[in-house]
């Protein structure tokens, strides 16, 4: 059982960067894998990027690669994923996640945050 808080989404130009953070409760944190995932509304949701437990492994969506990173701060709980050259299609409500294994594409994920929208205007 954990509590996960995002925030620092908002809105802004293309070619733009934001910073995303998600907050865990808990002492176990370093146990999960984390991972961000996005939704639009009347699609499914979207896998970003995942992080290993100690953050020695990373994973990234195509569409993502090259420009988003994810890194993880144990000592502070705390998961964060860095946008840069934002696209409009980037567009969504972006939500953390935390599971026991890894997290991929195709992952259950046990674990969400309440979301933080990003809005990429062109």
């Known amino acids: 059982q954990v509590q996960l808080v995002e925030s620092g989404g908002g809105l802004v130009q293309d070619g733009a960067s934001l910073r995303l953070s998600c907050a865990a409760s808990g002492r176990t944190f370093s146990s999960y894998f984390m991972g961000w995932f996005r939704q639009v509304p009347g699609k499914e949701r979207e896998f970003v990027a995942s992080i290993s437990r100690q953050g020695g492994w990373t994973d990234y969506a195509d569409s993502v690669k090259g420009r988003f990173t994810i890194s993880r701060d144990n000592g502070k709980n705390t998961v964060y994923l860095q946008m840069n050259s934002l696209k409009p299609e980037d567009t969504a409500v972006y939500y953390c996640?935390?599971?026991?294994?890894?997290?991929?594409?195709?992952?259950?994920?046990?674990?969400w945050g309440q979301g933080t929208q990003v809005t990429v205007s062109s």
């Open positions: 996640a935390a599971h026991s294994l890894v997290i991929t594409k195709t992952t259950t994920v046990s674990n």
